[in-house]
C-alpha cells in the first residue's frame, strides 16, 4: 500500500515574495498549515533575500545542476538591496515550540555553509526539542554571491557535491554511532560525540536537493529521498524508475526511497488573479507553476501523485498577505489528495 500524499508548506525561499519576513506572520501561517493538517513546513537556508530577477540572472551560474530551461528571465525591478529573511535554524527551532504536530525541515541547507559535524549537531538538538519532526534536508549549495559575502569557499560543482556526499554519511554517523568516527577526503571527525541523539531512530530522514545525476545519485546511494525544483510529472515518472535501479545496484530498498516536488502554488477563484500573480514570478518556469481554481490545482497535483510523488512542498506567493491562499490549499486542495 502507497503511503499518504504529504502536503508541505514553504514558509521562506530566498527570491522575494515566497517567504515571510515577520516571525510572528510565519507563526500565524504555521499554526493555520498545522491545522488544516498539512504536513509539514519548510525553511530556506539562505542569508539574504534576492528579488526575481537577479534570481534569474545568479540561478545555473552557481548551480551544480540547475534547471531554469524555458523560464523567462525578466522580472521585477531592483528595489531595496535587501529586506528581512529570517534565519532558517533559529526560526525553525521558535517553530518547533509554538506548533506540535507538523514536521519541520529545511530546503535544503547548503553543505559548505557549517562544518557537517556542527550541522549534525544542530539537527539532532532540534529534533530533540521539535519532539522527533526533524526532516533533514540538505543540497550541495549554488547561491555564489552569497558565498562571497559571508566569505565562504565556493569549490567547482564537482568537489561541492562530493563534500555533499561526505557530509551526509558524516552526519548519520554521528546520529546512530555513540562514538562516532569518520575519515574522507574533505571532513573527519573522532569521537564526536552527540548527545542527546536525535529522538527518531533510526535517525531523522534525509532529504537531498537537486535535480543532476550526480546529485541524484549521491541521493539515492545515501539519502530516504530527494527533491527537484520545477519539474514536471512526466520527468519524474522517467527518473524514479532510475534512481530506484541505483538503490537496487548499491543493496538498498528501492521502496525505501522517496521522491518530493518543489512547486508555486497561486490558488484563486477568479483565474485572472492567479495569472496577474504569476506574472511576478516569470522566472519560475511554467513546469513549476500550478495556478488557478482549486478544483483545477488539485487536478494538476494529482498528476505527479499518478507519477510516483507522494510528497509536494508549495510555495505561495504571499502567503502572509494573502491568506486565503493557503486556505484554500488547506481546504480544498488537501483533501482531494487525500485520496490517492
Not at 522527533?132 to 561541492?160: H, M, N, T, V
Not at 560525540?193 to 535535480?211: K, N, R, S, T
Not at 487536478?299 to 491568506?323: M, S
Amino acid at each position: 500500500m502507497a503511503p499518504p500524499v504529504e502536503l508541505g508548506l514553504i514558509l521562506s525561499l530566498t527570491v522575494r515574495g515566497l517567504f515571510i519576513g515577520s516571525y510572528e506572520k510565519m507563526r500565524e501561517a504555521a499554526l493555520e498549515a498545522e491545522r488544516m493538517g498539512f504536513h509539514s513546513l519548510w525553511q530556506c537556508d539562505h542569508f539574504f533575500s534576492v528579488n526575481p530577477k537577479a534570481y534569474a540572472e545568479i540561478s545555473g551560474k552557481g548551480d551544480p545542476d540547475a534547471d531554469q530551461s524555458g523560464a523567462d528571465q525578466s522580472g521585477a525591478d531592483s528595489g531595496p538591496v535587501t529586506i528581512p529573511l529570517l534565519d532558517s535554524w533559529v526560526a525553525a527551532s521558535a517553530l518547533s515550540r509554538d506548533t506540535t504536530t507538523i514536521r519541520l525541515g529545511h530546503l535544503v541547507n547548503a553543505v559548505g555553509y557549517r562544518p557537517p559535524a556542527l550541522l549534525g549537531r544542530m539537527a539532532a538538538t532540534l529534533d530533540v526539542i521539535s519532539g522527533g519532526r526533524l526532516e533533514f534536508g540538505i543540497g550541495a549549495g549554488w547561491l555564489a554571491p552569497e558565498y562571497a559575502a559571508y566569505g565562504y569557499p565556493f569549490p567547482k560543482p564537482s568537489e561541492r557535491i562530493a563534500q555533499l556526499a561526505e557530509a551526509v554519511q558524516l552526519i548519520r554517523r554521528m546520529w546512530t554511532d555513540p562514538a562516532p568516527g569518520f575519515q574522507g577526503e574533505y571532513f573527519r571527525i573522532e569521537n564526536a560525540y552527540c548527545d542527546p541523539p536525535p529522538l527518531q531512530e533510526p535517525a531523522p530522514p534525509v532529504w537531498i536537493g537537486g535535480e543532476g545525476d550526480k546529485i541524484l545519485e549521491v541521493a539515492a546511494r545515501h539519502a530516504d529521498g530527494f527533491n527537484s525544483r520545477w519539474w514536471p510529472p512526466e520527468r519524474f515518472a522517467r527518473r524514479i524508475p532510475e534512481l530506484a535501479e541505483i538503490r537496487r545496484e548499491a543493496g538498498l530498498d528501492p521502496d525505501l526511497f522517496r521522491s518530493s516536488v518543489m512547486l508555486m502554488l497561486i490558488p484563486e477563484r477568479n483565474s485572472a488573479d492567479a495569472e496577474a500573480e504569476r506574472k511576478n514570478f516569470a522566472v519560475v518556469p511554467d513546469s513549476g507553476v500550478i495556478a488557478g481554481a482549486p478544483e483545477e490545482c488539485a487536478a494538476r497535483l494529482e498528476e505527479y501523485v499518478k507519477a510516483g510523488v507522494r510528497r509536494i512542498l508549495v510555495t505561495i506567493p504571499d502567503v502572509d498577505k494573502k491568506p486565503h491562499r493557503l486556505q484554500l490549499a488547506g481546504e480544498e486542495i488537501l483533501p482531494a489528495l487525500r485520496g490517492f
